[in-house]
């Protein structure tokens, strides 16, 4: 049977909403939920318009049921031993009765196509248990970007009642405070090298940590114990004062934490992961779980909004066709840089 | 005699172009020159959109007269002494044979409309020499608008033969970056305060400096010498590796200076210039000097941009009409964050 003229004017985002519910993500089990998932998430991923627009209508059905997991980050550099951890982790998790969702933000995929972080087979027995579900990071786009499918795709895993959602990210360029702005807890995992924490004090991501969790500790325990002590006195001398920039724990109520554990030998998991609830149960007494949370969505709508003007921006016309002269008569000092930017702006505005 | 009709249809900006010449900033010399010099800075910090192309093109105008200065950024904490010390280094350096502007940037005059820095009695002896020009910060806009009105102001200063401008701030807020975005070489002032050091680490602010100059050592010579030895650690640890997002000097040519001074005896300002010329010297021969100044007319350009674009998205009506309401469903989790700014940003293209 051939196709009728009218049915090419069906409207595809009808077909396509179908074929991804919002409730079979919610309602359905086993092979057929992560299929939804699956589904929902490379839709989410796709840069088409309709896909955006049925993308936007499936998030906004399955908003009603997330937001109900811990949202847990996991960063470290390349060697510190993040798809272990996480692996014995999200055993442990699922063995206390909960499911686990490890997501990843990796912003090497997004110039080599490769990933450090992406290959599920780093956590052999998590990737394949019926109560994980493991997503690679998105493999193109900005960092923006990435962070953006990354959070959406952190809102299906919850429809699909994922209670406990990892994210994690290594330690490259601002892929760990776009990890710390998705998250309600922080955690920084280090090396007991010294001077590894110096690093992470001058990169910010010190500041960001609500945890942080020296791994490898049984190889050396003097270096470990060392880098302990070290660390500690470093987070006090950061948390003198609050950084009202950053969507952080409120220090008069957490002071964090640093903690030694060896992911490799399974130990320290236990005392992680009491860290983390008492952090969680402090944090929700005081109602900065919810205002976290708010401040990170409102965040998360102007980040958006900015990438948006930016790159609409950046696509205009006028502007593609004025930029390289303008820029060249800035560098060689022939325009200020204020009166090309007005320019610019101006160009836009005048649309051809 | 009346106005004829003609004349009164005669643009606005011819007239106004024949009262703020370029040639009057260029060549006049003395009073009338520092009243060309007044009346362009004024003409720049409106925000009449007829004032704004005459501003343009007096820039463009000047711009072959510029970039000949010696551009010195200075911050510090109130109380630090920065303005005695500006005011003997800038009579030192007409001594010297030099022609000092001094600019300021003080985000609390645009909030108070007061001014902590703006006041010229603060600097009794330069602000009446005749190879001296002081203007107080700029009391009104954002702390963006106020940077760029004294970037602008900086390059007239130039066009007027001024070979050291100074742009001091005060440690508030953002400032720092935004001087240090403007200047050749980025001065931090310090107290001989344990602790002092570690603040302006958490804020970033001594990852900026080119040059840590700590004050009032005459006071206590123990203390100046124990935060000497404190800072020059902490320097060392923070250069470890550049950080190539800042327009910073490149450690493999500069490693930050510490030095003691007092400022109110006048010791050590010979030390301190010593160290500016032999900064100076080192950035130019490398190529950084030209660099840096390339990198921030460029960054100044987009972060204008990115101002402009923000503006001209909040002021869109659509968007105004919109932005409560999607907030509100951000906010109470009715509705994703990047649904919300796909909405709002669709809202500003397809205009009402």
Redesign the interface.
């Known amino acids: 049977m051939t196709t009728m003229p009218m049915q090419t004017h069906q409207p595809q985002r009808n077909w396509a909403l179908t074929s991804v519910s919002a409730d079979a993500v919610v309602q359905a089990t086993g092979a057929q939920q992560r299929r939804a998932i699956a589904k929902s998430i490379t839709l989410l991923e796709s840069t088409r318009a309709d896909h955006?627009v049925q993308a936007?209508e499936l998030?906004?059905a399955l908003?009603?049921h997330?937001?109900k997991s811990f949202r847990l980050g996991i960063s470290g550099v390349p060697g510190v031993g993040k798809s272990t951890f996480i692996e014995v982790l999200g055993l442990y998790l699922i063995g206390q009765g909960h499911r686990v969702a490890v997501l990843t933000i990796d912003p090497s995929s997004t110039v080599s196509g490769g990933s450090i972080l992406g290959d599920k087979t780093r956590m052999e027995k998590l990737s394949v248990h019926e109560h994980a579900y493991i997503r690679p990071s998105p493999s193109s786009g900005t960092l923006g970007g990435v962070a953006?499918k990354t959070?959406?795709a952190m809102?299906v895993c919850e429809a699909a009642s994922y209670d406990v959602v990892i994210v994690e990210t290594v330690g490259v360029g601002q892929s760990e405070t776009a990890v710390a702005n998705m998250t309600d807890m922080f955690v920084l995992m280090q090396l007991p090298n010294a001077?590894d924490d110096?690093?992470a004090?001058?990169k910010?991501v010190m500041?960001l940590a609500d945890l942080v969790v020296i791994n490898k500790a049984d190889i050396d325990p003097h270096a470990a114990t060392r880098a302990q002590a070290q660390i500690t006195s470093s987070l006090r001398?950061?948390g003198?004062?609050g950084?009202p920039e950053h969507a952080h724990h409120n220090e008069a109520i957490w002071h964090p934490k640093v903690i030694q554990i060896s992911a490799l030998k399974g130990q320290g998991v236990e005392t992680f992961w009491a860290s983390v609830q008492h952090f969680k149960a402090l944090q929700t007494q005081s109602g900065n779980f919810a205002a976290r949370r708010?401040q990170q969505?409102?965040a998360?709508?102007?980040e958006?909004?900015?990438a948006?003007?930016?790159q609409?921006?950046r696509q205009h016309p006028q502007v593609q066709a004025l930029l390289p002269q303008?820029?060249q008569a800035?560098?060689e000092?022939?325009?200020?840089?204020?009166?090309?930017?007005?320019n610019?702006?101006s160009a836009q505005?005048n649309r051809a």
Do not use: C, Y
């Open positions: 955006r936007d998030l906004t908003l009603p997330t937001g953006e959070r959406e809102l001077g110096l690093q004090i001058k910010g500041e001398l950061l003198l004062h950084n708010q969505s409102l998360w709508m102007w958006r909004i900015d948006g003007l930016k609409a921006f303008l820029t800035v560098l000092g022939r325009m200020a840089a204020s009166t090309a930017a007005r610019l702006l505005i």
